[in-house]
């Protein structure tokens, strides 16, 4: 039994609990076992079974009561942005060290309101930066998957990589992550398993590090859609802490599901044919809307013209912020101080010790275009353009109801594979870094394997605040993709 | 638009990081590269596009101006890594 409890999703754990098949102690045990048998993956920087353990005993005591709650019992794995009471939170990076925060981000509290279960908080790239989680200071995430015949150590995707790692070896039946430029898709994409952007707004950014405050956004990670639209709810609420979330009601993102998708408008744009995209990705999406045809929808060519401006609007936009985010590092109040001559020589040796080489890079160039003389030229200029790619899609929305792309130009990568070329990783993000910049929501659909056997995704785009019409046009890829491969290094 | 020596030093000085002076070459080829990329925006006409700041059309709630939070000194100096009489204690600023 105990194997086969890390497999459920979190619908069965939570139908499975209720009808007494087991108990969340179990749950937590079978999970926690999977956790330290699976230590080499390297997906957590902080495991917290001691808390699991009692999370799970008062799941027992709610339900003995019958007073179960929307997550009773679910283990939860939680990306080491978000800020949890009491437990060590890293962002990933060296300058956080020993970082207890006093209080709880919105969406963690969320969850724990609603009775799932900590597990732990997973790895990432250092402050979010990053497509492959290996510039976290705690040192690489791997994949759980290895291309056959070949065992050379993969990226999980980034930043969100000790979650979608951790989810795809069936440590945790779900994950948070964050996406920023498409940190949530792309690792669901690289590690075969279903990973939700929300809306910007939808969920509080409250209490989570902040990285690009404009493009920040808090989902879930699940092993399919159905879960994901269980465990979004949850998170998602206005939050009064958070100015940018909206006062809007939470739908009850479950009852989408099982509409199908007869008649829905699908937009397949051209510029998405990006140069240089492999064959096999490109097949996949073809299929992808061949699937949803068949389920009845209307795939509609549309364009997004202002689509290959994205990505360079996007490392003016998000290291502008990040500049600004991250100025609170001083090694004054909180984390690692390297001592100094004067107050100055403190500030400057602090962040040289505590930021890795990529958040230096994003930083300094943020500085730089943020800077008296270039901000007309650069910050405002890419502002301009971000309102150019989100009419593309106010247009686009005008003619369709959902939009169907690849997650990601490629499979997953090896570690080191592009890491002396910065320009090379963030080509990763060309497909989901457009729906960032408009505010919108996006999800990615596990839909096939590649040539050498990795998972590949779909991405559907929706229109803002429209979750539910996007979950059942991934419910219906999902369906058709029957993917049920998993990784050799699940647990 | 490429950076030289002078400019990378005085980018990280105003990002308060320091960095050593056989760091600043290589620094710089990074940095030109970034922005030689980003440079492509420079052909796009964006005359009369106002420039996007959010992506949700919404005002700012207001609310009433009242204390919600405070009195909790020794959580917010819990995480400090110097401390002096219930205040962060950092290095002599006026001499």
Known sequence: ?491 | MALDRKTVAHIARLARIKVRDEELDALAGELSGILAWVEQLQKVDVAGVEPMTGTVAMDLKMREDAVTDGGIRDKVLANAPSTQGGFFAVPKVIE
């Open chain 1, 1 to 491: 039994m105990t194997g086969a409890l890390t497999d459920l999703t979190v619908a069965e754990t939570r139908a499975g609990l209720k009808a007494g098949k087991f108990s969340a102690l179990e749950v937590a045990r079978a999970h926690i076992r999977a956790m330290e048998k699976a230590r080499g993956l390297n997906a957590f920087i902080t495991e917290t079974p001691e808390r699991a353990l009692s999370d799970a005993a008062e799941s027992d005591r709610r339900i003995a009561r019958g007073e179960a709650r929307p997550l009773e019992g679910v283990p939860l794995a939680i990306k080491d942005l978000f800020c949890t009471e009491g437990v060590l939170t890293t962002a990933g990076s060296h300058i956080l060290d020993g970082f207890k925060p006093p209080y709880e981000s919105t969406v963690t509290a969320q969850l724990w309101r609603d009775g799932a279960v900590m597990l732990g908080k997973t790895n990432m790239d250092e402050f979010a930066m990053g497509s492959s989680t290996t510039t976290s200071y705690y040192k690489p995430t791997a994949n759980p998957w290895t291309r056959r015949g070949d065992n050379r150590m993969l990226v999980p995707g980034g930043s969100s990589g000790g979650s979608s790692a951790a989810v795809a070896a069936r440590i945790a039946a779900a994950a948070t992550g964050t996406d920023t430029g498409g940190s949530i898709r792309q690792p669901a994409s690289f590690t075969g398993i279903v990973g939700m952007k929300p809306t910007y707004g939808r969920c509080s950014r409250w209490g989570i590090v902040a990285f690009a405050s404009s493009l920040d956004q808090a989902g879930p990670m699940t092993r399919t859609v159905r879960d994901a639209a269980i465990v979004l709810r949850s998170m998602a609420g206005h939050d009064p802490k958070d100015s940018t979330s909206v006062d809007a009601p939470v739908p009850d993102y479950e009852r989408a599901l099982g509409k199908g998708v007869k008649g829905l408008r699908v937009g397949i744009p051209r510029e998405y044919r990006v140069d240089g995209m492999a064959r096999e990705i490109d097949l996949l999406w073809q299929q992808g809307v061949a699937w949803l045809k068949d389920a009845g929808a209307e795939p509609v060519e549309i364009g997004l013209p202002h689509t290959k401006l994205a990505l360079p609007a996007y490392y003016i936009i998000a290291p502008a912020e990040a500049s600004s985010n991250l100025a609170r590092y001083d090694g004054a109040r909180f984390g690692l101080r390297v001592p100094g001559k004067s107050l100055t020589d403190m500030y400057e040796s602090t962040r040289a010790a505590g930021f890795g080489k990529e958040v230096r890079r994003r930083v300094m160039i943020g500085t730089y275009v943020l800077s008296a003389g270039y901000y007309d030229a650069y910050y405002l200029r890419a502002q301009r353009v971000r309102a150019l790619i989100a009419r593309d899609f106010t247009q686009a929305f005008d003619r369709v109801d959902v939009i169907l792309t690849p997650t990601a130009p490629s499979a997953a990568f090896a570690v080191g594979e592009k890491a002396d070329d910065p320009i090379a990783m963030y080509l990763n993000d060309v497909f989901t870094v457009t729906v960032n910049l408009a505010g919108l929501p996006g999800i990615s659909v596990p839909a096939g394997l590649s040539a050498d056997g990795l998972p590949l995704g779909l991405q559907l785009i929706g229109r803002a605040f429209d979750e539910e019409t996007l979950f059942r046009a991934a419910e219906a890829v999902e369906k058709a993709a029957k993917f049920t491969a998993r990784p050799a290094g699940a647990a």
